[in-house]
């Protein structure tokens, strides 16, 4: 079916009788026919009224969504779908632009901006509410699907699912969720905003109906149950990513998988990578029919447990409740392992919308007639049922019963815990507007935004509107907008904006003073800071480059668990460095107070950052966040997989490679190429193939992003591509060589005799490092020992001579490490490898 098979058939010009007919022969051109409630939804979007979508997951609200976006078209609107995750958003773009045709369909993620003029965009909701609040009703946007919409109630985000309501008056909106509660204030408000219609659809019957039951018996003899009575693929589900693992690797002695079936499984996987670590605990688990999926995996990890899935080889999936949000693995049945789960501040029972969005995964149309939602007791109590059952009836062995308690701090559930979730309506989306810096400066960039107070476009009159008549109740609007006059204050003051007379009393105008980039709060919204504070580094200074990488990391969101390992890495260290000393236990706790994880350039960016706000006030409102986890990589001289192990990130190594992704993609957009030496080039070219030669899919899809002929096929292999060779990119390849020969430099330095020979058996490394110190004191480590001068190459065709020269305190450079570069190796394994020949002395 070509891609603009459903453009052709939409009636121009509008026809809202002949577009009925032509949506309903397309969706049948595909094999589908539409439920009552997509008929029903579908007549509401040709009559043209706002839809409020809230059915059950399963239901078709995706074909809802391209129903609309066609009526746009053929009514010669544009239309925006909205998403709370960049990774759905990019999903939604490669669907629309196979319905649609690449010319029609564009996407902004901040990250990402492909067609962006295109009469579909695909964004992030952050994204059209900034639009909103710069534009209002002249932003172009006529038609709006908001995927997601219970992230309306948000506390963090919720502002950007609010704001395009409150702005955007000419817009259909089509808000779409399977939990979104009872939505009669939003309805009757966005009716009342707008003078068009609310259409809900509501309470519709899931086309696969859901059994409940709750199970006091333990996971390995149920999930066996499960998989006898034909109720595969069995989904269960966790509150932690580490719980998840150790409930498949639990699993893995269960006969999960026939002899047939595993060895299709070892036929689909035959030429899979799997890195050391956690892919190797991956590996064994899918060959035994058991998936993992969580947010922490690489992406092509859960990439092949969801095609494995798709294709009926896993049976059991082990994975968390990111599973509600709109993940691709076909399931039977969920099994919640609890209904309670940590908040990040307490432990808690489930919502009922938590529930209901997890639940509703269960049963798959055109499959299954029903899907089973599995509740289990608390592990203490399903003990105690089994002691209980072995005791019998025996009254001796009664008396001796020692019945388990439950763990310190548990927040118990029950069989009326379950009953009531399932009975439970999600509960009504609560409201959570705010106000900041950033969002006044969109409203004061509007054109005439200038104007006297007392006229409709001017920005005291807009900024009124917004925080006066939105959808908090009165004390809360009443504290944004003692917030909004506090931080109008300190815009005037820092003389960002400019108050040209007159009074409240309708005839004050406002200025802005200075001009607002087109991507202003978009996406790394410190970069201007980031421009500002590379200028206060010399690029002739030996660590430039890394400082600059340090300036970029200060404005990228926390990978919190790496930097809680490099603290608590850094403390162990402390510790023993303390004791060592002979510091008291007290003392040793109270200094232990300041040790963290690494933070370069922590005092110089916090001062750049008061006086780059002392003229952009706004900066405040997004925190400056020094660290160091591409840089620590780097002095570390190790490989992805050496830094993932010596930090123990095995659970969240995805986590850490999308932190690398981003920090390349933010030093290659934000950095401009006057400011880059060509140390600081290799650097980001380094990072870059590291990304690539790890997971290439993170970078495969930013590229596709902009030529969507390259976007992977929906029926894909198992065995992804294998990454590009690692010698083709020079400055990325030398680097890496220049690292395998910085860690031989490292560990001489602490004369670890040991590891370097484990690096090097043939390299007489004992030998080599009495002499060189029989020479010199010392070696050098720091910015000067490691830059460029320090190597020689000399380079052929499959070979490459390569020479550290070692830095001594005497500044001789009379000693050095002697390598071959393998290139045919280094293709296969994708990385530098070396045949060190050890330490000598120069002639």
């Known amino acids: 079916m070509a891609s603009d098979d459903l453009l052709a058939r939409l009636p121009r010009p509008w026809d809202p009788d002949a577009f009925l007919v032509a949506f309903d022969d397309w969706t049948r051109s595909r094999g589908l026919a539409l439920y009552p409630a997509q008929e029903e939804a579908v007549l509401e979007l040709v009559l043209d009224r706002h839809l409020v979508l809230s ?23 544009r239309s925006f779908y909205t998403a709370p995750l960049k990774a759905l958003v990019s999903e939604k773009f490669f669907d629309l632009v196979a319905v649609f045709g690449a010319d029609n369909v564009g996407m902004v993620t901040g990250d990402s901006s492909v067609n962006p003029d295109a009469p579909i965009v695909c964004c992030t909701a952050e994204i059209l509410a900034n639009l909103a ?24 985000r919720g502002w950007a699912w609010q704001v395009p309501l409150l702005t955007l008056p000419g817009a259909r909106f089509v808000l779409m969720s399977a939990t979104l509660g009872d939505v009669t204030s939003l309805a009757a408000d966005l009716e009342r905003r707008t003078g068009r219609e609310v259409a809900r659809v509501t ?60 060895d299709a499984i070892a036929e689909a996987v035959g030429g899979f990578r799997f890195s050391t670590g956690f892919g190797q605990t991956l590996g064994r688990l899918v060959r035994s029919g058991i998936g993992v999926h969580h947010a922490g995996m690489l992406p092509r990890y859960r990439r092949l447990v969801e095609q494995l899935a798709q294709q009926g080889m896993l049976r059991v999936v082990c994975g968390t409740d990111t599973l509600g949000v709109g993940i691709n693995v076909p399931i039977r049945t969920v099994l919640l392992t609890g209904l309670t789960k940590f908040d990040g501040t307490r432990m808690r029972q489930l919502t009922a919308r938590e529930f209901h969005q997890v639940a509703g995964r269960a049963g798959r149309a055109g499959f299954d007639t029903a899907g089973e939602v599995v509740a289990l007791a608390p592990e203490h109590e399903i003990d105690n049922a089994r002691a209980a059952a072995k005791a019998g009836d025996d009254p001796k062995a009664k008396r001796k019963l020692v019945k388990k308690r439950a763990p310190d701090g548990f927040v118990s559930w029950g069989p009326a815990s ?3 979730l399932i009975a439970a309506e999600p509960e009504p989306l609560a409201s959570s507007m705010r106000v900041t810096a950033a969002m006044l400066l ?14 409709a476009g001017s920005a005291f009159r807009i900024v009124r509107e917004l925080l006066g008549d939105n959808h908090e109740p009165a004390g809360r609007r009443a504290a944004l907008a003692r917030r909004a006059i506090a931080l109008y204050r300190t815009l005037r003051t820092a003389g960002v904006v400019e108050q040209l007379g007159g009074g409240f009393d309708g005839t004050a105008r406002v200025r802005l003073t200075v001009e607002l980039q087109a991507d202003f709060a978009l996406n790394q919204p410190l970069s201007p800071f980031a421009l500002a504070a590379l200028e206060l580094l010399d690029p002739a200074d030996p660590g430039y480059a890394l400082d600059a990488v340090s300036v970029i990391e200060a404005t990228l969101d926390d990978p919190r668990p790496v930097l809680s390992q490099q603290e608590f890495r850094a403390r162990g260290e402390a510790v023993a460095a303390m004791k060592a000393e002979g510091v008291e236990y007290e003392q040793r706790m109270e200094l232990l107070e300041e040790v963290g994880w690494p933070r370069p350039l922590a005092e110089l960016l916090e001062q750049a950052y008061e006086t780059f706000a002392s003229t952009q006030p706004w900066i405040r409102d997004f925190e400056l966040r020094p660290k160091s986890v591409v840089r620590d990589l780097y002095e570390r001289a190790m490989t992805f997989t050496e830094y993932v192990g010596f930090y123990q990130l095995g659970r969240s190594e995805g986590l850490v490679l999308r932190y690398l992704s981003d920090a390349y993609r933010a030093a290659r957009q934000t950095i401009p190429d006057e400011a880059k ?33 390259r976007a992977p096929e929906p029926d894909a292999p198992v065995v992804p591509p294998p990454p590009p060779d690692v010698t083709t990119n020079r400055r990325a390849f030398l680097v890496l060589v220049r690292n395998e020969l910085w860690r031989r430099v490292q560990l001489a330095a602490l004369q670890r005799d040991d590891e370097l020979v484990a690096l090097d058996p043939d390299a007489a490394w004992p030998d080599a490092l009495d002499d060189y110190y029989a020479d010199h004191d010392a070696i050098g480590t720091g910015a000067s020992a490691r830059s460029a001068a320090r190597l020689v190459i000399r380079e052929s065709a499959e070979r ?44």
């Open 677 to 709: 030496t060509e140390e600081l080039r290799d650097l980001v070219e380094w990072l870059g193939e590291l990304v690539r030669q790890v997971d290439s899919s993170l970078l495969d899809e930013w590229s596709a992003l902009v030529d969507p002929a």
């Open 442 to 455: 969109q409203l004061l960039s509007r054109p005439g935004a200038d104007a006297p107070a007392a006229e």
């Open 800 to 843: 490459w001579q390569v020479r550290q020269i070692v830095e001594d305190p005497a500044g001789d450079h009379d000693w050095g490490i002697d390598a071959e570069v393998d290139l045919a190796a280094s293709r296969t394994e994708g990385v530098a490898v070396l045949r060190v020949a050890g330490l000598r002395r120069l002639d």
């Open 418 to 420: 379950f009953e009531r």
């Open 203 to 262: 309470g519709v019957e899931r086309p696969v109906p859901l059994h409940y039951r709750y199970e006091v018996t333990p996971v390995q003899e149920l999930v066996e149950g499960l998989l006898a009575d034909g109720l595969a693929p069995v989904y269960i589900v966790h509150f932690s990513q580490a719980a998840a693992v150790e409930r498949a690797q639990a699993l893995a002695s269960v006969r999960v998988a026939s002899r047939e079936q595993r």
């Open 55 to 77: 059915t059950p997951t399963g239901t078709g609200k995706s074909l809802v969504a391209v129903a609309a976006h066609a009526a746009a078209i053929a009514q010669g609107r």
């Open 133 to 156: 609040l710069r534009r209002g009703a002249d932003a172009g946007v006529e038609s709006v699907v908001m995927d997601e919409f219970h992230y309306y109630a948000d506390p963090e």
